[in-house]
């Protein structure tokens, strides 16, 4: 099994910046994709990024050019950079695992997730 502790998010202004963090723990070796997820209130939860074993990655169209993914294998962390952040950009972030690879931003394909961290943007 493995389990997944997101931090970072917070309150900034339209045009700021975050860092979020993912921390995945337990059965790390099983892992293969990894990714951000978000959700707004009575919407579906959306892919935002994915990232691959190979470190191929994968954006939603609304933050390509503005939102880097990255990863440290050594410490088993996500991390997910934001910039210009929009008020659009307002949702629960969810950090997500998948025990196999192709990474596709469908949240269905993921069976580990994270509690989540809340990112507002005004």
């Known amino acids: 099994h493995v389990q997944l502790v997101e931090s970072g998010g917070g309150s900034v202004q339209a045009g700021g910046s975050l860092r979020l963090s993912c921390v995945a723990s337990?059965?790390?070796?099983?892992?293969?994709?990894m990714g951000w997820f978000r959700q707004v209130p009575g919407l579906e939860r959306e892919g935002v990024a994915t990232?691959?074993?190979?470190?191929?990655?994968r954006y939603a169209d609304s933050v390509k050019g503005r939102f880097t993914l990255s990863k440290d294998n050594a410490k088993n962390t996500l991390y997910l950079r934001m910039t210009s952040l929009k008020p659009e950009d307002t949702a629960m972030y969810y950090c997500a695992a998948a025990e196999w690879s192709g990474c596709p931003l469908r949240r269905e394909e993921y069976n580990y997730w994270g509690q989540g961290t809340q990112v507002t943007v005004s």
């Open positions: 337990g059965a790390t070796q099983d892992i293969g994709c």
């Open positions: 990232i691959d074993t190979d470190g191929s990655t």
